[in-house]
């Protein structure tokens, strides 16, 4: 059998969404994991093959990701509408509690849910982002985002990927660029290689502002109670040491790990991040008595 089934959901504003869906759980809350701005549901596939069957596993494509439909108002790729597509998910599914795992876009995309579902939220993960974004971050996402390029093959694609990501992944080797040009690409019908992303979503991203929700102070704050797992890049250029010692610090129920030798933003499969993934598991509750 396969390890999970593609399901679909339905914004409120008409699209047709994608997850996938890895089944387990035992009573536990599901896992919902969201990638960050360029990225899919098939970033997370690694960490759900190691968590499931113990817990079921959630993985979205964002609209205009993936196998989520592209959306007719590129205005709408905003955090804002994105919180709105997950609640509407959650409601669809008629989740009582669960736990967001969220990689950039995806972490900022939690802290907002602290504050629309806060009192479902079992535990959360908060992936190198954070309220305090870093210039050189940005400017560097900007620089890339929406800019449409194919490939012959899956080894120029691989290529490319290393040219862009180097400096953040300095350890890896042809095999891991390949599987993250897999991750990142898809084949059109044309028979190239290209990004799996509308180009779309740059145009609200590049207007200053729209790269964060609102107070992203204040949204953070809405995980106190809530245990939390900031996932910091050693050598990442989007959250500084400072400010995700402070995220740490601002909570009462948060762990900080840093990955060594990693950038922006880590795998969730390095052995720190595995073994701060799994404390903060045992720190959610057991299955409920049947």
């Known amino acids: 059998m396969?390890?999970?089934?593609?399901?679909?959901?339905?914004?409120?504003?008409?699209?047709?969404?994608?997850?996938?869906?890895?089944a387990g759980g035992n009573g536990?809350?599901?896992?919902?994991?969201?990638?960050?701005?360029?990225?899919?549901?098939r970033d997370f596939d690694d960490l759900a093959m190691r968590l499931s069957p113990q817990w079921r596993v959630i993985a979205l494509d964002l609209r205009g990701r993936g196998e989520s439909a592209y959306a007719k108002d590129p205005m709408t790729y905003v955090p804002m509408t994105y919180v709105q597509d997950i609640e509407a998910l959650l409601a669809e599914l008629?989740?009582?509690?669960?736990?967001?795992?969220?990689?950039?876009?995806?972490?900022?995309?939690?802290?907002l849910l602290a504050g629309a579902a806060h009192e479902r939220l079992a535990g959360a993960l908060i992936n190198d982002v954070g309220p305090e974004i870093e210039a050189a971050g940005i400017l560097r996402i900007r620089g890339y985002v929406g800019k449409s390029n194919s490939w012959p093959t899956w080894l120029h694609a691989a290529r490319a990927v290393a040219e862009a990501n180097a400096d953040a992944f300095p350890a890896y080797a042809i095999e891991d660029w390949l599987a993250m040009a897999k991750r990142l690409y898809r084949v059109n019908s044309a028979g190239r290689i290209v990004l799996d992303y509308d180009m779309k979503i740059a145009e609200p991203f590049r207007v200053p502002g729209n790269e964060a929700g609102p107070d992203m102070w204040g949204a953070l704050a809405r995980l106190q109670g809530v245990p939390t797992l900031v996932v910091h890049g050693g050598l990442?250029?989007?959250?500084?040491?400072?400010?995700?010692?402070?995220?740490?610090?601002?909570?009462?129920?948060?762990?900080?790990?840093?990955v060594p030798n990693v950038g922006h933003a880590p795998s969730l499969c390095e052995p720190?991040?595995?073994a701060a993934i799994d404390r903060l598991l045992a720190h959610?509750?057991?299955?409920?008595a049947g």
């Open 2 to 22: 396969p390890a999970y089934e593609n399901r679909y959901w339905w914004s409120n504003d008409g699209l047709r969404l994608h997850y996938r869906d890895y």
């Open 28 to 41: 536990r809350p599901p896992i919902v994991c969201i990638p960050g701005l360029t990225r899919n549901a």
């Open 94 to 111: 008629g989740l009582e509690s669960f736990i967001a795992f969220g990689t950039s876009l995806g972490g900022i995309l939690t802290m």
């Open 236 to 258: 990442s250029d989007l959250l500084s040491a400072r400010t995700a010692a402070r995220m740490v610090a601002t909570l009462d129920r948060a762990e900080l790990v840093t």
């Open 272 to 274: 720190e991040a595995v």
């Open 284 to 288: 959610i509750g057991e299955p409920e």
